[in-house]
């Protein structure tokens, strides 16, 4: 429906000569009023999580641990969501797991893409030697399942939130290694890296300047994918006991800790699951719509 | 037909070294251990002695290639030493748990891989209709959707307010066939939600892929019948990438287990590593990775293997 029109409003600009040029903010916006439903839908969601996540203290009646009542209070009264096995306010443990899973996936995803982004072009730049060695690294990394290699190395390090983050970012800077790497690959033969090197630039720069502004769209691309993937892996961790540890308030294992009230047909558990499920699903909406947008890639032709 | 031995065993011939690979590597993680072993079992009490001990009895006092060798010749052999919470025998713990996780993860995939590859060749011959649009949306959340919360939503419905199934799959190596399987449908099902809708998605994606190439159009062209051109054309170039995204989801299904037993507290192999994890009896949780991970490396093997001899440009060669 929404895509017949994208394609005749494309063909008429192909026509016309090339339009001025239009400040960022413009053009984004009128990008995003053609945007499908969906991909609003996702936008709204994400923009939603991150003002809860950043206004956090002032958007919650208690305290992030502290306990206000006796446990499993029904909803309603002084506290809207009833409480926890703990007594504690479950709205606040969930505004403030909000703060707490996204940011603790947001920074794992940005190490992971540093990692792998980094070594992804390296791989591809110096070729030789170095490629080789990365990438059969990176073959053997990838063959143990990343769910059960990092069940793994939390046995042998300790459960705690910095071993965590970096465990998770290195495992899944495989999957961005691979990416970066292979878009890479078919910049480096550009004449304008070839121009650089001839120039005497360093590997810095030529990574940087030359071959990093190329590689963006499909990076971005995946950055959301790779978010959303942590996301559940941390989400997951968690609940199993493994991750985020008390009384860190965390929606992963927040369900852990309430579960029991699933046999009495009380709701509550399900909240920060859904929680963490409707964030993926915004995210991936987003994701998939950018990828229309910037791959070209219609399978509706 | 000689490429083809050819190709085939170089990719047994790469899959073998990977397996070693990754022995090396769960090993050789235990090692970078901080601190030690000994210390680590007996805690702050320990004496200077006792660990020295403790370390002769574990053969920690050997070098570490030593070991490693000495620790794969054992697990060829069905020994994966014992364990350090409960000192029992760790292969006698896992050959229960083994084959209940195989039982539940072969439930799941017959339910699964007919629904998924039929829902996808529907997507692709119907593109762009409001079904392909619909079961776009529907696929692309639930593969954000974490297990668990799948898992829940079941159990609310299904065992709490319907009273169908049962929440706790616990079954005993002597529970009846059908009364197995009664108990684990609804691990299996959230097993199947979760799975099938990345199966569809990549069995759409090849065949849209397959009926966009030439050939198609030309058989197209001369005025083929649609069944005609599906099952003798499309079909033959096809199986490579169903049978993949087959056997790939199948890797997939072995490590989603691990969550999903843990909601419904199914006494597989994914419990026990979690349960490892949490009491850090290291032996354990090794010999579980090495399981799951060579699992995951063979099903991957397979769907190599089975792509190559599948490729009809390969079975007859010019």
Partial sequence: MSDSVDTTVEQTADALPPPPRQRGLSVAWRELKKAPLSAKFGLLVIVGYVFVALFAPVLTPYGESEIVGSEFEPWGGPFVLGTDNLGRDMLTRLIYGARNTIGIAFVTTCLAFLIGGVAGILAAALAGWVDQALSRLVDVLMAIPALIFSLLLLTIFGTSIPTLIVIIAVLDSTRVFRLARAVSLNVVVMDFVEAARLRGEGIGWITIREVLPNIMPPLVAEFGLRFCFVFLTIAALSFLGLGIQPPTADWGSMVRDNATLITYGDVTPLLPAGAIALLTVGVNFVVDWFLHKTSGLRDEK | MLKLVTLVAQRLGLGLLVLFAVSLIIFLGVELLPGDLCQE??????????????????????????????????????????????????????????????????????????????????????????????????????????????????????????????????????????????????????????????????????????????????ANLKGMSRSHIILHHALPNAWAPIVNVIVINLAYLIVGVVVVEVVFVYPGLGQLIVDSVQKRDIPVVQACSLIFAATYVLLNLTADILSIITNPRLLHPR
């Fill in chain 2, 41 to 218: 079992i007996q805690g702050q009490g320990a004496t200077k002695e006792t660990v020295a001990a403790c370390r002769k009895e574990l053969g920690l006092d050997l070098p570490p290639h030593t070991r490693y060798l000495s620790w794969l010749a054992g697990i060829a052999q069905g020994d994966f030493g014992v364990s350090l919470a409960n000192q029992r025998e760790i292969s006698e713990l896992i050959g229960v748990r083994l084959s209940n996780t195989l039982f539940l993860a072969l439930v799941a995939a017959a339910i699964s891989v007919p629904l998924a590859l039929t829902l996808g060749i529907l997507a692709a011959l119907y593109r762009n209709t409001i079904y392909d649009r619909m079961v776009n949306v529907v696929t692309l959340t639930s593969i954000s959707t974490p297990e668990f919360f799948v898992a829940y939503i079941l159990i609310l419905f299904f065992s709490v307010k319907f009273g169908w199934f049962p929440s706790l799959s616990n079954v005993s190596p002597d529970t009846e066939f059908w009364d197995r399987v009664y108990r684990v449908i609804l691990p299996a099902t959230t097993l199947t939600l979760v799975v099938v809708a990345h199966m569809m998605r990549m069995t759409r994606a090849s065949i849209i892929n397959l009926l966009a190439s030439p050939y198609i159009e030309m």
